[in-house]
C-alpha cells in the first residue's frame, strides 16, 4: 500500500449538489483559481467515484486491483483501477493469451483476388471493344504520320471487328445496349481515310450510311464532308446542295462554320460562272463576319461582271477587315526601362508574332493582288486606277503597301514598254523611307544597264546598296555595273554578298558562274550552274552554259562526250525551235528521235502525233507512235494504234506483223485473222515486186533497142507502166523484206542519211532488216 496517501473528508451529497447547483453555467476557464464553486468541487470529489463494477470478459469475476500509476482509493481503502483513462477496445496481453497485434497482423496474408473468366460473353465483347479502340487510334496515327495505305487497312480493320461486335451484343443482350458512339466513331474515320486516298466513292457510300442512320443525332453535319468530296470532284452542282443541306442542320449558335460553308458555297458557284449568287454569299459574309478569303472573293465576282463602282466599294471592305493582331508598335520600348526591354526582346520573334506576320503578310497579299486586278478595270487608264487604290490604302492601316502600289505601277508602265514614264515614277521615290529608296533604285539601275547608260546605272545601283546593304537584287545590279567594266574579281565579290543575303538569288549564281566562266576558273563555274540548274531543270540558258563548260574542260567527265555535249547544244535549239514554229517537220523528227535516244519514249510520243498531225498520209509517225507506246509498256495502248493504223492503211505490212505479234503476245483470238491478211498483203506485195522489175527489164531492153534503131517509143511506155505501177495503192509504204529485196524507196529514215555519223550496232540491225527489231524507233539516235 502507498504511503502518504491523505484522505479528504467526506462531503454531503447534497452540500456537493447544492454548491454545483449555485454555479454559474457561463463556465471561465480563465478564473479557476478564484472560482469558488469550482475549487470546492474539486476538493469534495475526490473519493467519490462508484464502486467497481467493470467484469473480466467471459466471468464474474471483477478485474484484479493494480498498484501505483493509474490507482485510486475509496474512503474504504480498497484500491481500484482508473477505468476513465483505461483505453477502449484492448485488452492485456495476458488475458487474450496472445502477444499484442492491434493491426492484426499475426493473421497472415489476404486470400488472393478471384480470376477473372475471360471466357465468358461479357468479358469477350469488352476485349472487343478494347480492340476496336486501338485500331481506330492506331489508324488516326498513321494519318498524321502521312502513311495514308496503313491508315485505311486499319480502319477497315476497325469496321469489320465493329460488325463482329454488334453481333455479339445482339446475340446477348437487347439492341439498345449497342455502343452507337463507337460505331459512329469507326463509321466516320473510315469515311475519313477514303477520302484521303482519294477513293471517293467509298467515302461517299460511308458518309451516307452515317447520314441516314436517325439514331446518329447530328450525322447530318457529315454532309459538309461530303459536299467537300464533290467540290473536290467537279461536281459543283451537288457540292452546292449539300452544302445548303449542312447549312440547314446545323444552328446559328455554330456561326463560325455557318460562315465556312457559305464561302465554299460561294467559292462552288465562282466555278460554275454563277457570280450573281456568289455575290450574294459574299455579300452576307461580310456584312456579318468579314474575312480576308470573302472579301478578295468579292472583288472576283464583281471584277467578273465588270461592275466598277461594286468592285471600288469591295476593295474598301477588303482594306477595313480586321487582322485581330498587334501591330509593330506594341514592340518598341517607350522608354529605355532593362526589364521592359528584356520583356519585348522574348515576345519580338515568339510563335504569336510568328502568326501575326504570317496573317499580316497574306493580308498584304490579298490587296496587292487585289488592286493589280482592279487597277486597270475601275477607271479609263490602269494609271488613275492605281493611284485611286494608293489612296485608299494611305487611309488604312496599310500605310507601306501604297508604295509597293506605286513601285507596281512602274513595272507596269515597263511592261507597256513605256520607259519614260517608269523612270519618273521611279524618281518620285528618292526621298521616300530607305526601304523603297532601294527598291525603286534596284529598278532604274537595272532599266540604265539595259539601256547601256553604265555610269547611270552605277549611280541608282550604289543608291539602292547604300539604302539597303541586305538587298540582293541592289548587290546584284551594282556586280554587273562592275562586270560591264571588266572587273571581275571585284563583280564575283558582290555576287557573293547577295548570295550570303539570299541564297535562293537565280540571278547572282547565274552572274557568278559566269564570271567564274570570264576568269577561266572553269570547274567553279560549272559547279554554280549544276547548283542553278536544280533550282531551275528547264533553263534553257543554264543548260547551254553546262554544255559550254564541259567543252571548255576538252576531256570527258561524268560520262559526257563531244557526242553528247552536242547533242545537248541541239536539243536546247530544237526545243526553242519547236516553241516558236511548232509545225517544222524537220524539228518534230529531230525532237522525236533525242527522246527515244535518251529513253522518254512518253516525251517522243507528243511530237510524233504532231508530225501526224501535219503529214496525215505518211504511215511512219503513226507507227512511231504505236512503237512508243510498246517501249513504255502500254500494249493495249499501241494495239489500238495498229489497229487504227491498219483502218486507215490496211495494206501496210508492218503494221500487220506487229499486230500479229502482239495479239501472240498478250493471247487474242483475232491473231489467226491478222495473219491471214498479212499473208494476203505479201503476196500481193511479191506481185507487184516482180511487176515493178519485169517493167524494169523491158525499159532497159527498150532503150538498147532504141539507141541503135532511132526508136523512143519503148521509154515511153516504160514511163507510162512506171507511172501506173506508183499509181498502185500501197507502193508507197514502208515495206521490210524478209530476204535481201529492196525496201520500199518511199520511207524515210526520220534521221537523215547514215553516213553522216558513225553507225551504232543498233544502226546496223536496222540496215539488215528495217523493222525486224521488236522495239520500234530504238536506234532513232540525233544526228
Known amino acids: 500500500m502507498m504511503q502518504n496517501v491523505h484522505l479528504a473528508p467526506k462531503a454531503d451529497e447534497d452540500d456537493l449538489y447544492s454548491g454545483y447547483n449555485d454555479y454559474n453555467p457561463t463556465f471561465d476557464?480563465?478564473?479557476?483559481?478564484?472560482d469558488t464553486a469550482f475549487q470546492q468541487a474539486v476538493r469534495t470529489s475526490h473519493g467519490r467515484r462508484p464502486p467497481i463494477t467493470a467484469k473480466i470478459p467471459g466471468t464474474s469475476a471483477s478485474r484484479p486491483l493494480a498498484t501505483g500509476f493509474g490507482v485510486s482509493f475509496s474512503s474504504d481503502g480498497v484500491a481500484r483501477p482508473l477505468t476513465a483513462v483505461h483505453a477502449a477496445g484492448y485488452t492485456k496481453?495476458?488475458?487474450?493469451?496472445?502477444?499484442?497485434?492491434?493491426?492484426?497482423?499475426?493473421?497472415?496474408?489476404?486470400?488472393?483476388?478471384?480470376?477473372?473468366?475471360?471466357?465468358?460473353?461479357?468479358?469477350?465483347?469488352?476485349?472487343?471493344?478494347?480492340?476496336?479502340?486501338e485500331l481506330v487510334e492506331e489508324s488516326c496515327i498513321a494519318n498524321s504520320c502521312g502513311d495514308l495505305k496503313l491508315a485505311l487497312e486499319k480502319a477497315k480493320d476497325a469496321g469489320r471487328k465493329e460488325r463482329v461486335l454488334v453481333r455479339q451484343r445482339e446475340q446477348i443482350a437487347s439492341p439498345e445496349n449497342i455502343n452507337l458512339d463507337l460505331t459512329y466513331s469507326v463509321l466516320f474515320n473510315l469515311a475519313s481515310q477514303y477520302s484521303a486516298n482519294e477513293m471517293y466513292a467509298e467515302a461517299l457510300n460511308t458518309y451516307q450510311v452515317i447520314v441516314k442512320n436517325k439514331m446518329f443525332s447530328n450525322g447530318g453535319r457529315l454532309k459538309v464532308n461530303m459536299a467537300n468530296i464533290y467540290l473536290k470532284q467537279r461536281n459543283y452542282s451537288k457540292a452546292i446542295k449539300f452544302y445548303r443541306m449542312a447549312l440547314d442542320q446545323i444552328p446559328n449558335v455554330h456561326k463560325e462554320m455557318r460562315i465556312k460553308i457559305m464561302q465554299n458555297i460561294g467559292v462552288a458557284f465562282i466555278k460554275t460562272g454563277q457570280y450573281t449568287d456568289g455575290i450574294s454569299s459574299f455579300e452576307h459574309i461580310m456584312s456579318t463576319s468579314p474575312n480576308l478569303k470573302a472579301g478578295f472573293n468579292l472583288i472576283l465576282c464583281y471584277f467578273a461582271i465588270g461592275d466598277r463602282e461594286q468592285m471600288k466599294k469591295a476593295f474598301q471592305k477588303l482594306i477595313t477587315v480586321p487582322l485581330e493582331i498587334d501591330y509593330d508598335d506594341k514592340y518598341i520600348s517607350p522608354n529605355d526601362d532593362p526589364h521592359t526591354n528584356l520583356l519585348i526582346e522574348a515576345i519580338k520573334n515568339d510563335q504569336l508574332r510568328q502568326m501575326e506576320r504570317e496573317r499580316k503578310?497574306?493580308?498584304?497579299?490579298?490587296?496587292?493582288?487585289?488592286a493589280k486586278l482592279i487597277a486597270p478595270a475601275i477607271e479609263t487608264s490602269f494609271a488613275i486606277g492605281y493611284d485611286w487604290c494608293v489612296e485608299v490604302v494611305k487611309a488604312s492601316h496599310y500605310v507601306e503597301l501604297a508604295n509597293d502600289l506605286e513601285i507596281n505601277k512602274a513595272i507596269t508602265y515597263l511592261r507597256q514598254k513605256d520607259f519614260y514614264q517608269a523612270v519618273e515614277t521611279l524618281k518620285m521615290f528618292e526621298k521616300k523611307d530607305s526601304r523603297v529608296k532601294s527598291a525603286a533604285a534596284t529598278n532604274l539601275s537595272f532599266l540604265y544597264y539595259l539601256e547601256n547608260e553604265l555610269a547611270q546605272?552605277?549611280?541608282?545601283a550604289d543608291l539602292a546598296v547604300n539604302s539597303d546593304r541586305y538587298n540582293p537584287s541592289a548587290l546584284t545590279n551594282k556586280g554587273n555595273t562592275v562586270f560591264a567594266n571588266g572587273d571581275y574579281e571585284k563583280a564575283a565579290e558582290f555576287y557573293k554578298e547577295a548570295l550570303r543575303n539570299d541564297s535562293s538569288c537565280t540571278e547572282a549564281l547565274y552572274n557568278i558562274g559566269l564570271t567564274y566562266k570570264k576568269l577561266n576558273r572553269i570547274d567553279e563555274a560549272l559547279d554554280c550552274f549544276l547548283k542553278l540548274q536544280a533550282i531551275l531543270r528547264n533553263s534553257a540558258q543554264v543548260l547551254y552554259q553546262i554544255a559550254?563548260?564541259?567543252?571548255?574542260?576538252?576531256?570527258?567527265?561524268?560520262?559526257?562526250?563531244?557526242?553528247?555535249?552536242?547533242?545537248?547544244?541541239?536539243?536546247?535549239f530544237s526545243e526553242t525551235s519547236y516553241r516558236y514554229f511548232p509545225s517544222n517537220i524537220e524539228v518534230i523528227e529531230w525532237l522525236g528521235a533525242y527522246y527515244i535516244d535518251t529513253q522518254f519514249c512518253e516525251k517522243a510520243i507528243q511530237y510524233f502525233e504532231r508530225a501526224a498531225l501535219i503529214q496525215p498520209t505518211q504511215v511512219k509517225w503513226q507507227l512511231m507512235v504505236a512503237s512508243c507506246y510498246r517501249r513504255s509498256g502500254n500494249y493495249q495502248k499501241a494495239l489500238d494504234t495498229y489497229k487504227e493504223i491498219h483502218r486507215k492503211f490496211p495494206e501496210n505490212v508492218e503494221c500487220l506483223r506487229f499486230l500479229v505479234r502482239l495479239c501472240t503476245d498478250m493471247g487474242l483470238k483475232e491473231v489467226q485473222e491478222y495473219v491471214t491478211k498479212l499473208k494476203r498483203v505479201e503476196k500481193l506485195k511479191e506481185i507487184r515486186e516482180q511487176r515493178v522489175k519485169s517493167g524494169r527489164d523491158g525499159s532497159a531492153r527498150s532503150r538498147r533497142e532504141g539507141s541503135g534503131s532511132g526508136d523512143s517509143g519503148g521509154s515511153a511506155k516504160g514511163e507510162r507502166l512506171s507511172a501506173k505501177l506508183r499509181a498502185l495503192p500501197g507502193t508507197n509504204e514502208p515495206y521490210e523484206s524478209s530476204g535481201n529485196k529492196e525496201i520500199d524507196a518511199s520511207y524515210v529514215d526520220p534521221l537523215g542519211p547514215q553516213t553522216e555519223r558513225p553507225k551504232t550496232a543498233a544502226r546496223k540491225r536496222m540496215d539488215e532488216d528495217e523493222f525486224a527489231d521488236e522495239e520500234l524507233g530504238e536506234d532513232l539516235l540525233p544526228e
Open 548 to 572: 559550254s563548260l564541259y567543252l571548255l574542260l576538252e576531256h570527258v567527265k561524268q560520262g559526257s562526250s563531244s557526242l553528247t555535249m552536242l547533242t545537248f547544244f541541239l536539243g536546247i
Open 361 to 370: 503578310g497574306m493580308a498584304e497579299k490579298y490587296i496587292m493582288t487585289a
Open 93 to 133: 496481453a495476458a488475458l487474450r493469451g496472445s502477444v499484442f497485434d492491434p493491426l492484426g497482423q499475426a493473421r497472415g496474408p489476404a486470400p488472393p483476388l478471384e480470376m477473372k473468366n475471360e471466357d465468358t460473353p461479357e468479358e469477350k465483347i469488352r476485349q472487343l471493344e478494347k480492340k476496336v479502340n
Open 457 to 460: 546605272a552605277a549611280n541608282y
Open 29 to 34: 476557464t480563465e478564473d479557476l483559481e478564484n
